[in-house]
């Protein structure tokens, strides 16, 4: 009866920590699309909204620390169950990172002037598109302990950081040929740049999952694959 007890509390344990993990992961997906729309419409309230909404984001990964440490702790928790607390863990830091991201592109909002001058503004909702998306997909890899989509998700960083080479390229055009707008194009080049630190940090994620789920690193997957299959 006490085996059975204990085994019902770690359950009960790691349904909350994946509860909190993907809370965390809803909150840091709705903070990058609602600053991304802040920013096309000039939004101030909206903008704010993210900015205040980022301190629920710190609370829940404190109770994800807090909890992943009283389950090592008093569970003392083996191979998969072990692998699945530590990236939980590590998972809720870099959730909050992605969401500091989102209130930092949710500041620059109110900061770009003349805002129908500039095309990026076209290219950057488009990356936040697909780093959206690989957030929320990381979440749902997280969720069903699914290495394959985890796998997956890192191949979509390259279009991200080919956005955002794109979008430097313009916004360094444009702040030549219009000194004016200089300050207005740097804000417009901090989003981007923080739109693809979303896309890296959804691929630290991604990776995370993976080892969690197999025990295994996505580098060492393809070291095992390129000797599988010989030299090129």
């Not at 599988?228 to 090129?232: I, L, T």
């Given at each position: 009866m006490a085996q059975e007890h204990t085994v019902k509390a770690f359950d009960d344990d790691i349904t909350r920590l994946r509860g909190l993990i993907?809370?965390?992961?809803?909150?840091?997906?709705?903070?990058?699309?609602?600053?991304?729309?802040?920013?096309?419409?000039g939004n101030e309230e909206l903008a704010n909204m993210v900015i205040a909404r980022d301190k629920r984001i710190d609370a829940l990964e404190a109770e994800v620390d807090k909890l992943a440490v009283r389950v090592i702790a008093l569970r003392a928790p083996m191979a998969d169950d072990l692998r699945?607390?530590?990236?939980?863990?590590?998972?809720?830091?870099?959730?909050?990172?992605?969401?500091?991201?989102?209130?930092?592109?949710?500041k620059s909002a109110m900061r770009v002037e003349n805002r129908r001058k500039f095309e990026p503004l076209t290219l950057i909702p488009a990356m936040a598109e697909i780093a959206g998306e690989m957030v929320h997909d990381v979440m749902t890899a997280f969720a069903a302990r699914d290495p394959a989509l985890a796998r997956e998700v890192v191949t979509?960083?390259?279009?991200?950081?080919?956005?955002?080479?794109?979008?430097f390229r313009n916004l360094v055009s444009h702040m030549m040929e219009n000194p004016a707008s200089i300050t207005s194009a740097a804000e417009l080049l901090f989003v981007a740049r923080n739109v693809?630190?979303?896309?890296?940090?959804?691929?630290?994620?991604?990776e995370m999952v993976y080892y969690a789920a197999t025990g295994t690193t996505l580098t060492d997957r393809d070291e095992r694959d390129t000797v599988?299959?010989?030299?090129?």
């Open positions: 993907a809370e965390m992961g809803g909150l840091a997906e709705v903070a990058l699309h609602e600053a991304i729309d802040a920013l096309v419409k699945e607390v530590i990236a939980a863990l590590k998972i809720a830091g870099v959730l909050e990172r992605i969401a500091d991201y989102g209130k930092n592109i949710a979509r960083d390259d279009k991200v950081d080919a956005f955002y080479d794109s979008i693809e630190r979303i896309g890296d940090q959804a691929t630290n994620v991604a599988a299959s010989g030299p090129a």
